[in-house]
T-cell receptor, first 113, second 114 residues
Framework: AQSVTQLGSHVSVSEGALVLLRCNYSSSVPPYLFWYVQYPNQGLQLLLKYTSAATLVKGINGFEAEFKKSETSFHLTKPSAHMSDAAEYFCAVIPYGNNRLAFGKGNQVVVIP | DTGVSQDPRHKITKRGQNVTFRCDPISEHNRLYWYRQTLGQGPEFLTYFQNEAQLEKSRLLSDRFSAERPKGSFSTLEIQRTEQGDSAMYLC????????????FGEGSRLTVL
């Protein structure tokens, strides 16, 4: 089954530093790829999505992700971390021909002042 | 505010009891999903509906679990004879048919089985 892998459950980043969260997918056919964010005591919300229109995808709150087929990756970045970015981030995939999201294990991001 | 509401937000029950969770999706969304999330894991798919039809069920959904979506509006997820392993956050999400993958999640219903 197609899936995504997120390494490192907890990620600490200093305020103002680069945020980089890695996501690799397992698929021979590029799937639809997503990043979702879960702020404390809130439901998951869509951060951005890749649907083959463009390899560099911009999302909300200054986040972006780049699809790299050669590396089967869809890493999430933000140039400068803000305290409000502290949350859990999930990479997710909809395999081609499927109708449901499959999530990775998530990255808990802690922002250090 | 995503517009998806779940009730109750928290449920503590004793092993062997039945519990029911309700989800009210965004009104114009015809797809409704149930996921389960445990500590340190991403959400795991349980089942989904398109209108009132239940189109897919995960192997995770044992015979003790049943979900319904009468009239294609709200949905219920019932767990019979709860076990301690059922303790988790149960998430509901809805979406339109067009924007597959763009799910709107509720805040979840946390189940604790003692």
């Amino acid at each position: 089954a197609q899936s995504v892998t997120q390494l490192g459950s907890h990620v600490s980043v200093s305020e103002g530093a680069l945020v980089l969260l890695r996501c690799n997918y397992s698929s021979s056919v590029p799937p639809y790829l997503f990043w979702y964010v879960q702020y404390p005591n809130q439901g998951l919300q869509l951060l951005l999505k890749y649907t083959s229109a463009a390899t560099l995808v911009k999302g909300i709150n200054g986040f972006e992700a780049e699809f790299k087929k050669s590396e089967t990756s869809f890493h999430l970045t933000k140039p400068s971390a803000h305290m409000s970015d502290a949350a859990e981030y999930f990479c997710a995939v909809i395999p081609y021909g499927n109708n449901r999201l499959a999530f990775g294990k998530g990255n808990q991001v802690v922002v250090i002042p | 505010d995503t517009g998806v509401s779940q009730d109750p937000r928290h449920k503590i029950t004793k092993r062997g009891q039945n519990v029911t969770f309700r989800c009210d999706p965004i009104s114009e969304h015809n797809r409704l999903y149930w996921y389960r999330q445990t500590l340190g894991q991403g959400p795991e798919f349980l089942t989904y509906f398109q209108n009132e039809a239940q189109l897919e069920k995960s192997r995770l959904l044992s015979d003790r679990f049943s979900a319904e979506r009468p009239k294609g509006s709200f949905s219920t997820l019932e767990i019979q004879r709860t076990e301690q392993g059922d303790s988790a956050m149960y998430l509901c999400a809805s979406s339109s048919t067009v924007n597959t993958g763009e799910l709107f999640f509720g805040e979840g219903s946390r189940l604790t089985v003692l």
